[in-house]
């Protein structure tokens, strides 16, 4: 398992999450930050600080946002380059593991508002 930063990120980028990571694995790209999933540690450190909730364990993703999960390793296995397309909306569902697990109600919330993952 690994931690992943999603859609909440982009093109907020306040990089609180970067001084809580103790093995230096979050990096930024273009619109938004990354964590490396071959480095994380899964402590956790970084899912509470972020004023998006865009941070969750891949486990715990809602559908929507397991994509995100994929653009975290494919922007390090491609040397740290690979970010969003342009136009992404920065419009985003929040993930937190402080809430249970998503309802089908709120599930179908969070479809109508993710940002597809093209
Ligand atoms: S704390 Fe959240 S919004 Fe801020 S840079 Fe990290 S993932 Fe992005
Ligand atoms: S879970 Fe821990 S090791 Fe993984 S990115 Fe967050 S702070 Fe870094």
Redesign the pocket.
């Known amino acids: 398992m ?2 992943v ?1 999603t859609a909440g990120c982009i093109d907020v980028m306040d990089r609180s ?1 970067l001084e ?7 990096k930024p790209g273009t619109r938004m930050l990354y ?2 999933p071959d ?9 509470p600080v972020c004023p998006q909730e865009a ?1 969750a ?1 891949d486990a715990m993703l809602p559908e929507e946002l397991r994509g995100y999960a994929d653009m975290n390793a494919a922007f390090f296995a491609a040397g740290a380059k690979a970010d969003p397309p342009r136009g992404r909306r920065a419009t985003a569902p929040r993930v937190s593991q402080r809430r249970p697990a998503p309802s089908a109600v709120s599930l179908r919330r969070l479809a109508r508002v993710a940002a597809p993952l093209r």
């Not at 480095?39 to 899912?47: S, T």
């Open positions: 690994t931690y930063i999450c809580q990571c103790p093995v230096d694995c979050i964590i490396d480095v994380c540690i899964d402590c956790g450190a970084c899912e941070i364990m």
